[in-house]
């Protein structure tokens, strides 16, 4: 699956779950009365809501999505719900991330993010773990009104970056992100973190390895353009 994959000269960074610790989100659940766990199906029927209004033809923001799966599933009052949508406000990065970042930037390939999800998250997690200065920018879907795994966010994060789609990898904890990455002519890289392992069903990940130090490793591995 490698083969045909050269090193890439930006890597986008997939942002909930991938670089940020949804702790604080989960917490926030905890503090209204709800278990811990719910947050797994809430976030799973957030991004089911997202995709449904997107191959309707329509569109929602990340936030409503989340406030709207809330609602189907507590008995959270929209000011609750609301609260515990602002904790996506104090999420922090996981343990991999600093150093994954730090070897990027030691071989100078330039890293960005590209979420689905609402502007301000990135750069918030990014600043309280003291690792914005290791990414080049902070990019949303929201900003042309689509969800990953759309190949349109992928193209579009390719352009804003100036590099073809081969010359881009996505990495991400979630093989739904990596399959329309790679369907969209990036390179794909994964990591367990959500889940145990690449979903059979998908394509499979060009590179992954068990957490994101491994997974850029594994692109750096490969063997430059042209």
Known sequence: M??????PEVVAFDVNETLLDLGPVRAALVEHGEHEHLLDTAFSRTLGLGWAAA???TWCPFRAAFESALGQLTGLTAHQ???VADAFLE???HPD???ALRRLRAAGVRAV???HGSPGVAEAGLDRGGV???VERTLTSESIRT????RAAYLWAAGVCGVEPERMALVAVHSWDVHGAQRAGLTGGWAPRSEREPAAVLDTPHVQGGSLVEVIEALLALPPHG
């Not at 490698?2 to 090193?7: C, F, P």
């Not at 969800?147 to 759309?150: A, G, Q, R, S």
């Open 2 to 7: 490698t083969a045909a994959r050269t090193r």
């Open 91 to 93: 999420l922090s990065p």
């Open 81 to 83: 719900r609301s609260t």
């Open 97 to 99: 991330v600093e150093p």
């Open 147 to 150: 969800w990953k795994p759309d």
């Open 55 to 57: 191959v309707a033809g």
């Open 113 to 115: 993010t590209l979420s």
């Open 132 to 134: 914005t200065p290791l």
